[in-house]
């Protein structure tokens, strides 16, 4: 018995199983041939009953698209007065009993009208934008004063010993601002409530200021203190903006810049009497000067589709701007020392850009 189940077995593994005919194995796929007789070997989009095997859904993670290219160009309006510390021309002194007293005066600012334009763009695919701004201010202010009934005028610009009283005072200044302005920006938060954009950049100034003083009456007759400041330089400044949407249109933004600029300071300092006649001081002076610079604007801006208004109020502040001289007695006549003083703009600014 076993040499014949060993036969089976033998007799099996040379043959193989038998042919299934009710499952026959799975033919071969065949190619459909195209009209020029080759094969197809892509599935005809034409054909709908090839489509079952297709993705119903997409995908959880598809590429980001790129951002929009931007273009802004704006126009501001300033509504600015300019101060300088350190500017009193007179002491108002109620009697005459030579003791010093009273008020000091300085030369009231007026308001005065200036504006900005500039624009930046932002390319398609960056992701930080580029641009530049020019600032335009010019001021002029006057002021009369006249010595009490039964005072007088003390004279707080001129040489101690010479000219220090007077009847009558009158102060005259003239303010330029030019600032060029290069930015790079990127706006690193918009959550469509809150956007918040940080920038940095270069800004090249050419800051003048003159001023003229003249007494009369007592010890003066048409005495004269002139001084002249101009200030070139280039320095980097850093800032940030921020905007919060209250409703569908309305907004309120905050914008602040800081840096130091670094340049040229050139200062001339002339004390006359006798409508200049008779000379009594005439310096000049340059040095090289840091100065830092701070800016603050805050405000509300109304939005309707790519035009907007901004209105708000603005202060800027350069620290040790300016130089004073001063001579501090009459014994060491040539003895004089200078003195930074900062000097400030603030007011209104109106605000109105266009997004493209």
Same mark, same amino acid.
């Given at each position: 018995?076993?040499?014949?189940?060993?036969?089976?077995? &033998?007799?099996?593994?040379?043959?193989?199983?038998?042919?299934?005919?009710?499952?026959?194995?799975?033919?071969?796929?065949?190619?459909?041939?195209?009209?020029?007789?080759?094969?197809?070997?892509?599935?005809?989009?034409?054909?709908?009953?090839?489509?079952?095997?297709?993705?119903?859904?997409?995908?959880?993670?598809?590429?980001?698209?790129?951002?929009?290219?931007?273009?802004?160009?704006?126009?501001?309006?300033?509504?600015?007065?300019?101060?300088?510390?350190?500017?009193?021309?007179?002491?108002?002194?109620?009697?005459?009993?030579?003791?010093?007293?009273?008020?000091?005066?300085?030369?009231?600012?007026?308001?005065?009208?200036?504006?900005?334009?500039?624009?930046?763009?932002?390319?398609?695919?960056?992701?930080?934008?580029?641009?530049?701004?020019?600032?335009?201010?010019?001021?002029?202010?006057?002021?009369?004063?006249?010595?009490?009934?039964?005072?007088?005028?003390?004279?707080?610009?001129?040489?101690?010993?010479? +000219?220090?009283?007077?009847?009558?005072?009158?102060?005259?200044?003239?303010?330029?601002?030019?600032?060029?302005?290069?930015?790079?920006?990127?706006?690193?938060?918009?959550?469509?409530?809150?956007?918040?954009?940080?920038?940095?950049?270069?800004?090249?100034?050419?800051?003048?200021?003159?001023?003229?003083?003249?007494?009369?009456?007592?010890?003066?007759?048409?005495?004269?203190?002139?001084?002249?400041?101009?200030?070139?330089?280039?320095?980097?400044?850093?800032?940030?903006?921020?905007?919060?949407?209250?409703?569908?249109?309305?907004?309120?933004?905050?914008?602040?810049?800081?840096?130091?600029?670094?340049?040229?300071?050139?200062?001339?300092?002339?004390?006359?009497?006798?409508?200049?006649? +008779?000379?009594?001081?005439?310096?000049? &002076?340059?040095?090289?000067?840091?100065?830092?610079?701070?800016?603050?604007?805050?405000?509300?801006?109304?939005?309707?589709?790519?035009?907007?208004?901004?209105?708000?109020?603005?202060?800027?502040?350069?620290?040790?701007?300016?130089?004073?001289?001063?001579?501090?007695?009459?014994?060491?006549?040539?003895?004089?020392?200078?003195?930074?003083?900062?000097?400030?703009?603030?007011?209104?600014?109106?605000?109105?850009?266009?997004?493209?």
């Amino acid at each position: 018995m076993t040499r014949i189940f060993d036969a089976a077995v &033998l007799l099996s593994v040379l043959v193989g199983p038998a042919p299934d005919h009710e499952n026959p194995p799975p033919a071969a796929p065949v190619q459909e041939a195209t009209p020029s007789g080759m094969p197809q070997l892509l599935p005809d989009p034409t054909n709908h009953s090839l489509s079952n095997d297709r993705p119903k859904a997409l995908p959880d993670a598809l590429p980001e698209p790129r951002p929009a290219g931007v273009i802004v160009l704006y126009s501001e309006y300033h509504l600015f007065r300019a101060s300088r510390a350190g500017t009193e021309y007179v002491l108002i002194d109620d009697n005459t009993d030579s003791v010093p007293e009273g008020t000091l005066r300085t030369l009231a600012s007026d308001f005065h009208s200036g504006f900005r334009v500039g624009g930046r763009v932002r390319p398609g695919r960056w992701n930080w934008d580029i641009g530049g701004a020019y600032t335009y201010f010019r001021g002029r202010d006057t002021e009369l004063v006249v010595a009490p009934s039964g005072g007088l005028l003390y004279a707080t610009l001129t040489r101690p010993g010479l +000219i220090e009283t007077a009847e009558v005072a009158s102060s005259f200044a003239r303010w330029a601002w030019d600032l060029y302005d290069l930015e790079f920006g990127s706006e690193f938060a918009n959550t469509g409530t809150t956007r918040l954009r940080a920038h940095f950049g270069v800004r090249i100034a050419d800051v003048g200021h003159a001023s003229t003083t003249l007494y009369d009456g007592r010890d003066a007759n048409l005495a004269r203190v002139a001084t002249g400041q101009k200030f070139v330089g280039a320095g980097p400044l850093v800032g940030a903006e921020a905007e919060w949407r209250l409703g569908r249109f309305l907004q309120l933004f905050a914008q602040a810049r800081g840096g130091t600029v670094v340049g040229l300071l050139e200062t001339s300092w002339r004390e006359s009497n006798f409508d200049d006649q +008779i000379v009594h001081a005439d310096v000049w &002076l340059a040095r090289q000067q840091a100065v830092p610079v701070a800016e603050l604007f805050l405000g509300g801006s109304l939005q309707v589709r790519r035009i907007s208004f901004h209105a708000g109020y603005g202060v800027a502040t350069w620290f040790r701007l300016f130089q004073s001289v001063d001579f501090p007695d009459d014994l060491n006549e040539g003895k004089a020392s200078t003195q930074a003083t900062p000097t400030s703009l603030d007011g209104f600014m109106l605000r109105l850009a266009f997004r493209f």
